[in-house]
Nanobody, 115 residues
Framework: AQLVESGGGLVQPGGSLRLSCAAS????????MSWYRQAPGKERELVAGTTSAGGSPNYADSVKGRFTMSRDNAKNTVYLQMNSLKPEDTAVYYC?????????WGQGAQVTVSS
């Protein structure tokens, strides 16, 4: 199983980025997919998640109204559209796939918000 994130980078405050996570090696549509982030010196935190059944994703309070998560089961890919970025959004963003006792992680994508 493999998860590969892409789309990270450096952006000014107020800007936007779109992260992608391409999955392979497992039945993507059966897994709950989530985005986490970890800032320097802080614990990893859940940013957004969506179940295999689809429906509206859940978001952390800190990103509600600014971030949008979506999944494309035909492409085995999840996305995280990040708008109105703030310096406190700076972190390594990780993609996670979870089903029952199985959990897979991507390598992470650095997002830096700075002027």
């Amino acid at each position: 199983a493999q998860l590969v994130e892409s789309g990270g980078g450096l952006v000014q405050p107020g800007g936007s980025l779109r992260l992608s996570c391409a999955a392979s090696g497992f039945t993507f549509s059966s897994y709950t997919m989530s985005w986490y982030r970890q800032a320097p010196g802080k614990e990893r935190e859940l940013v957004a998640g969506t179940t295999s059944a689809g429906g509206s994703p859940n978001y952390a309070d800190s990103v509600k109204g600014r971030f949008t998560m979506s999944r494309d089961n035909a492409k085995n890919t999840v996305y995280l559209q990040m708008n109105s970025l703030k310096p406190e959004d700076t972190a390594v963003y990780y993609c996670n796939a979870r089903r029952l006792l199985r959990s897979y992680w991507g390598q992470g994508a650095q997002v830096t918000v700075s002027s």
